[in-house]
């Protein structure tokens, strides 16, 4: 016979009996996301996938179109593979939610942890190489793109100097790809750092919705800056026109962010990662291959791929679309079993993303340029010597300084 004195609580205690095992839930569910794997092997050897990929776009942009069509139009094809960039922003988006989403204390010694490993993971390193090219910058002069005009007045290479080293040059049309010309996409990321604790707030009260407002809202403030820029004629042109605004800032490329933090809190609601007969591996890298070709197909057999000549349908397939494509490759690699998860998770691949941070800073600039000029010119022998150089930079300086500087 069941027990009827359960059946004579009072409401104020039926109400406070859910709202305890509603809260256990809650607490039960937090905990259980704490409890997620936070390091995914085959996204740390995307990223080595992603570093090569911008090499090669930058090997075909210096490359020179022949008689041979197949040759030309393999070129044509290499000169889309600037998306490794979009791959990495979307991978920041995921990792960066994986980590913190349930991890988040609105307070300033969270904040204070929170910004200590993200300036212990990117900076020190950077700070280095950027002080290294400025010094072989007056050793070396050049005329190449990523160098100081020769009209540079001290005042202008000391303010340089400062937007570089605090990561904000990329705000600025004249010194964006000044330095370590790859380095302009850190200013990207550093606002997307500072900004994801308070979307991820926001999404506490589970309205996931709300994310898709947030790369609007960005581009609301980037329209917003241009106008007034504009009308301000500011020094090194900051905030140039809509177009620089689209390709180069967080206003414009904040939607690749906001689409790995929807995997990210999509995948938090699984009860498990490993998927069953799928096929998104190969959904997502045929459709980012097949995305590339439509776009080489679009641009044709021109002598060079001129980000400025793109159109705004190219921008939004390449901010707004390829990001779902990204995505799809992402879910694949870390729900299916395939030979290119194996492949990424080998401790070769391991240690290739893992220093894939420096490759990107270094292959193209002051020190591809010497290196191109005493050493040699072929890709090949570039790319093997890039990325052994790029090892031992990590293993013996980049990871013992994150190391100590990182917030236990």
């Known amino acids: 016979m069941p027990d009827?004195?359960?059946?004579?609580?009072?409401?104020?205690?039926?109400?406070?009996?859910?709202?305890?095992?509603?809260?256990?839930?809650?607490?039960?569910?937090?905990?259980?996301?704490?409890?997620?794997?936070?390091?995914?092997?085959?996204?740390?050897?995307i990223r080595a996938v992603a570093a090569y990929m911008v090499?090669?776009?930058?090997?075909?942009?210096?490359?020179?179109?022949?008689?041979?069509?197949a040759v030309n139009w393999l070129i044509v094809e290499a000169r889309q593979w600037h998306i490794g960039v979009g791959v990495f922003f979307v991978l920041s988006g995921f990792l960066i939610t994986t980590r913190y989403a349930h991890r988040i204390e609105p307070r300033w010694s969270w904040a204070k942890?929170?910004?200590?490993n993200r300036f212990a993971r990117i900076y020190p390193i950077f700070f280095l190489l950027t002080v290294a090219s400025f010094?072989?910058?007056?050793?070396?002069?050049?005329s190449a793109f990523y160098a100081w005009p020769a009209y540079y007045t001290s005042i202008h290479k000391a303010g340089a100097i400062f937007f570089n080293l605090t990561l904000t040059r990329a705000f600025f049309y004249d010194i964006?790809?000044?330095?370590?010309?790859?380095?302009?996409?850190?200013?990207?990321?550093?606002?997307f750092y500072i900004s994801a604790p308070f979307i991820l707030l926001s999404l506490r009260q589970g309205r996931l919705w709300k994310l898709a407002l947030y790369p609007l809202l960005a581009l609301f403030l980037g329209v917003g800056l241009v106008w007034l820029c504009g009308r301000l004629r500011l020094p090194y042109a900051p905030m140039k026109d809509l177009h620089f605004m689209f390709m180069f800032t967080y206003f414009g490329r904040c939607a690749e962010f906001v689409f790995g933090m929807a995997l990210a809190l999509w995948l938090q609601k699984q009860?498990?990662?490993q998927a069953k007969n799928t096929y998104y591996t190969v959904l997502g890298g045929v459709g980012i291959l097949v995305f590339t070709a439509i776009i080489a197909m679009q641009q044709g057999l021109a002598p060079l791929l001129n980000p400025e000549s793109w159109s705004y349908t190219q921008i939004f397939a390449n901010n707004f679309v390829l990001p779902g494509l990204v995505c799809l490759l992402f879910y694949g690699l870390l729900t299916e079993q395939s030979a290119f998860?194996?492949?990424?998770?080998?401790?070769?691949?391991d240690l290739l993303g893992k220093s894939s941070y420096i490759f990107y800073l270094i292959h193209l600039?002051?020190?591809?340029?010497?290196?191109?000029?005493?050493?040699?010119?072929?890709s090949w022998v570039r790319l093997v010597a890039y990325t052994l150089a790029s090892i031992a930079l990590y293993k013996y300086i980049e990871s013992p300084i994150h190391k100590k500087l990182r917030s236990k």
């Open 176 to 191: 964006h790809l000044l330095g370590l010309p790859t380095a302009w996409s850190l200013t990207v990321e550093e606002c």
């Open 135 to 142: 010094i072989l910058f007056t050793k070396w002069p050049t």
């Open 113 to 116: 942890r929170y910004l200590q």
């Open 365 to 378: 600039g002051i020190f591809d340029t010497l290196f191109v000029n005493y050493v040699s010119a072929n």
């Open 271 to 273: 009860t498990g990662y």
């Open 4 to 45: 009827l004195t359960y059946f004579a609580k009072s409401d104020k205690e039926t109400t406070d009996s859910h709202r305890r095992i509603g809260t256990q839930q809650r607490n039960n569910a937090t905990t259980q996301q704490r409890n997620k794997p936070l390091y995914f092997p085959s996204l740390t050897g």
């Open 55 to 69: 090499f090669f776009f930058h090997v075909a942009q210096a490359a020179t179109l022949g008689n041979d069509s």
């Open 341 to 349: 998860r194996r492949l990424l998770e080998t401790k070769l691949f």
